[in-house]
Structure formats: structure tokens, C-alpha cells
T-cell receptor
Framework: DAMVIQNPRYQVTQFGKPVTLSCSQTLNHNVMYWYQQKSSQAPKLLFH???????NEADTPDNFQSRRPNTSFCFLDIRSPGLGDAAMYLC????????????FGPGTRLLVL | GESVGLHLPTLSVQEGDNSIINCAYSNSASDYFIWYKQESGKGPQFIIDIRSNMDKRQGQRVTVLLNKTVKHLSLQIAATQPGDSAVYFC??????????FGQGTRLTINP
């Protein structure tokens, strides 16, 4: 089945130790997104790629970076995780531009010790 | 600022009853809306969507209603089942590949 896959499902890292979260998709969608979701809150968009074009949200901290080496894969890099970065990180994809449904992966829950 | 929000953070219904989850939006230019269901520890799951040229759309046990005059969106779930327990988010697609989520409503089903 076509789907959005996130690995790992749970990630534990140490304060200040760089961590990378992975997302892959078999939908062949042009757009890939990364969201941060904290407990009992709505997902918050960090950035997205439209094909190879990177689009950062104005309030996304510089500590968060992303890479999209090809259509299928997208990575979220947290350069120096702080305790406040503990959250669920959701990857989503959409086929193209506006009026397009976004399809979400299962998420990676990040714990910072 | 503009936002998409929900009237009630929690909703408790009896199993078998119908559920209605509401959402208000403030951007009158928005032309596409989505309802997502999110179960504990999982990613949001697409339920149903509606475009602004429609005022009603039906799926399996779910109906979305759109009232553009008062900028209101609702999700109706018929014959609510225990598996419907989740947090429900409305989301507004504002173009440029951006989705703005509402606050979320936690739906609890009583046996």
C-alpha cells in the first residue's frame, strides 16, 4: 500500500546531541512537510519541500533543519536538541499545490534527556 | 491573527448516538477544509474534506457541513462507536501548500 513511513517511531536523545528523524513516502507526492506536535496541541508546521524547493516557516528555530535528497525521502535534523524540543514529529505529503489533502505518517516521538 | 479553531475542547457521547464536532474559521478566503482524526500515539488520519463551492459532503457515517456565511464547519458522526474515540482536528488549506489546524476536540464514547 502507498504510504508515509517514519523511522524510528520513538527516539531518545541527550540534551545537545544532534538527532535525525527520517520520513519516506511511496505516494510519489511532490510536497513533503514536517510538523511538530506537543501534547494536547495541534500540529505546528516547521517547513516543507515543494519538490526541491525548501520553504521554512518564519517562526521555526534555526536549530531545526531539513534535507530532501530525492522525491521519496525527507529528513529532519535537530542540531542541538533542548528539553523543549521533546514532542511528536509528524511527516506529511501532498500531491501538489493548494486544495490538496495532506497524508500523515505515524510520527516519531522524541524524548530529550 | 487569523486562525482555525474549535468551540469545545472535549465532547462526550453515548455509544450509538450521533456526534457533532464544530469548527470556526476566520479566513473568508479559505476554499478547502479537511477533517482529521488522531488516535493516541498516531498521526492524523484523513476523514473527509470539502471545498468552498459545496455546503455538504457525506462519507461513510460522516458528514461535513460548511456554512460560509458564518465561517463555520462541522463534522457529524452517525451512530458513534468506541473506535471513534480520538481527537478530531479541522484544518484549513490556505494555499501555498499550507495547512492550518484548529485546536482539536477530544471525543469520548460512553458505553
Amino acid at each position: 500500500d502507498a504510504m508515509v513511513i517514519q523511522n524510528p517511531r520513538y527516539q531518545v536523545t541527550q540534551f545537545g546531541k544532534p538527532v535525525t528523524l527520517s520520513c519516506s513516502q511511496t505516494l510519489n507526492h511532490n510536497v513533503m512537510y514536517w510538523y511538530q506536535q506537543k501534547s494536547s496541541q495541534a500540529p505546528k508546521l516547521l517547513f516543507h519541500y515543494y519538490d526541491k524547493d525548501f520553504n521554512n516557516e518564519a517562526d521555526t528555530p534555526d536549530n531545526f533543519q531539513s534535507r530532501r535528497p530525492n522525491t521519496s525521502f525527507c529528513f529532519l535534523d535537530i542540531r542541538s536538541p533542548g528539553l523543549g524540543d521533546a514532542a511528536m514529529y509528524l511527516c506529511a505529503t501532498s500531491r501538489d499545490a493548494s486544495q490538496e489533502t495532506q497524508y500523515f505518517g505515524p510520527g516519531t516521538r522524541l524524548l530529550v534527556l | 491573527g487569523e486562525s482555525v479553531g474549535l468551540h469545545l475542547p472535549t465532547l462526550s457521547v453515548q455509544e450509538g448516538d450521533n456526534s457533532i464536532i464544530n469548527c470556526a474559521y476566520s479566513n473568508s478566503a479559505s476554499d478547502y477544509f479537511i477533517w482529521y482524526k488522531q488516535e493516541s500515539g498516531k498521526g492524523p488520519q484523513f476523514i473527509i474534506d470539502i471545498r468552498s463551492n459545496m455546503d455538504k459532503r457525506q462519507g461513510q457515517r460522516v458528514t461535513v457541513l460548511l456554512n460560509k456565511t458564518v465561517k463555520h464547519l462541522s463534522l457529524q458522526i452517525a451512530a458513534t462507536q468506541p473506535g471513534d474515540s480520538a481527537v478530531y482536528f479541522c484544518a484549513e488549506n490556505r494555499g501555498a501548500q499550507k495547512l492550518v489546524f484548529g485546536q482539536g476536540t477530544r471525543l469520548t464514547i460512553n458505553p
